[in-house]
């Protein structure tokens, strides 16, 4: 069985001395006294710096972003992204499920300003707006039509060209998820 972002979180924090040499309290202090600000720059910092994997220095930059608690396990910003929204959840929920799913490896990283899907590398970004659920993906010049729109999702990288928008639970267009996924894994 897949294990969730929160047990993987909670894995982290409870081996982190043993498999880092570190506590989590010891790596968010060095976090905090390297005076780096941005998230990317912080994972560069240490991946590179201090031979830390992609999943641990994830986990180090989002509880340090998320002011040293849990991101999963208080499920704060997750809950954040819902506020103004609870009615939209159960379909977020259905389709992030379908995308676990589809993707071994795949987690759902809740971030400041949008919820992201990655196997590896960011292949879905999400926005949750008080009426709507916009899901942004990396489809290179795929033309535009009344599924697929220019994207306005905020906060991720701007290769995010696409968006599909959902109101309501509605059938997946796996396909074009699935196309973002293998054009963002194949650069």
Do not use: C
Request: proline content about 4%.
């Amino acid at each position: 069985m897949v294990k969730t972002s929160g047990e993987l979180e909670r894995e982290f924090i409870e081996t982190s001395q043993l498999k880092t040499g570190k506590s989590l309290q010891q790596w968010l202090t060095l976090v905090t006294a390297s005076g780096i600000a941005k998230r990317n720059d912080i994972m560069v910092w240490l991946k590179q710096g201090h031979g830390l994997n992609h999943m641990q220095a994830q986990f180090i930059t989002g509880i340090h972003e998320n002011s040293g608690r849990p991101v999963y396990n208080d499920n704060g910003l997750m809950e954040m992204h819902f506020s103004k929204s609870m009615h939209l959840r159960p379909v977020f929920d259905n389709i992030a499920a379908l995308i676990i799913d589809q993707f071994p490896g795949t987690q759902l990283i809740p971030k400041k300003t949008y919820l992201s899907f990655t196997a590896i590398r960011e292949f879905v970004a999400v926005n949750i707006k008080p009426n709507e659920i916009r899901y942004a993906l990396d489809l290179g010049d795929l033309p535009f039509d009344d599924i697929l729109q220019k994207s306005s999702v905020k906060g991720p990288m701007p290769r995010f060209s696409h968006m599909i928008i959902f109101t309501e639970v509605q059938a997946l267009e796996m396909k074009f998820i699935q196309a973002s996924y293998h054009r963002t894994h194949s650069q």
